[in-house]
Structure formats: structure tokens, C-alpha cells
């Protein structure tokens, strides 16, 4: 059924049962669900810089082969606790190439 039918199809059915007041919530849970599904679909690419992102993407392009996702609908966002590097997220992987990473590596070899 046409989404559009299905929604009046619903509607009619709750006016006749007198439960029209369940639209929101409904409409919330339908929201939630499409949130949900657009995170697990997303990849995202992290980035320390702005100016960082040309060759941020260029080094991920093996692992967005390896995610099969496609570098065009890559979401980039600059996050200001990287130091360098990039972080790449999403499909329940998660590959970080930030400095961050290392220098905590170290950090942590360094005080055990």
C-alpha cells in the first residue's frame, strides 16, 4: 500500500475507535525508527581540521571499500578534542587513524 493511503488508512481506523490522540506518539515512534535506521546506514567521517578533510577522505577511501559505503554520501564533522587525524564511523565499525589514538597508546605504555 501507498504510504499516503496507509497513513489516512490509519487515521480512519483510530477516528473510528475514537483514538485520534494516538497521531503523536505515533508519529514520534515512525521518527525514532527512521533515526535509527538512518545511524545504522551512516557512515561518518571525523576530522581534526577543516582543512584536513580533502586528505582525510583520500586516506579512508580503503575503508569505506572495505564498508561498502560510497564516498559521496560521507558525512564529515570536525571534532576539536582530535589532535590530527581522522576517525572513520559507521555500519558497527570503526576505524581511527588519530593521533589522539596513538598518543594515548603511548600514554598508556609509557605510565604501566
Do not use: C
Amino acid at each position: 500500500m501507498d504510504p499516503k493511503k496507509s497513513v489516512h488508512a490509519v487515521h480512519k481506523i483510530l477516528e473510528t475507535e475514537g483514538r485520534t490522540e494516538l497521531m503523536p506518539r505515533i508519529a514520534r515512534a515512525f521518527e525514532r525508527l527512521a533515526a535509527r535506521e538512518h545511524s545504522r546506514n551512516t557512515v561518518t567521517l571525523t576530522v581534526a581540521h577543516k582543512r584536513d578533510e580533502a586528505q582525510s577522505r583520500q586516506e579512508a577511501a580503503e575503508a569505506l571499500k572495505e564498508l561498502g559505503a560510497d564516498a559521496h554520501t560521507l558525512e564529515t564533522y570536525v571534532d576539536d578534542s582530535l589532535i590530527g587525524g581522522w576517525r572513520l564511523e559507521g555500519r558497527e565499525h570503526l576505524v581511527d587513524e588519530s593521533y589522539k589514538k596513538h598518543l594515548l597508546a603511548i600514554y598508556t605504555a609509557a605510565t604501566l
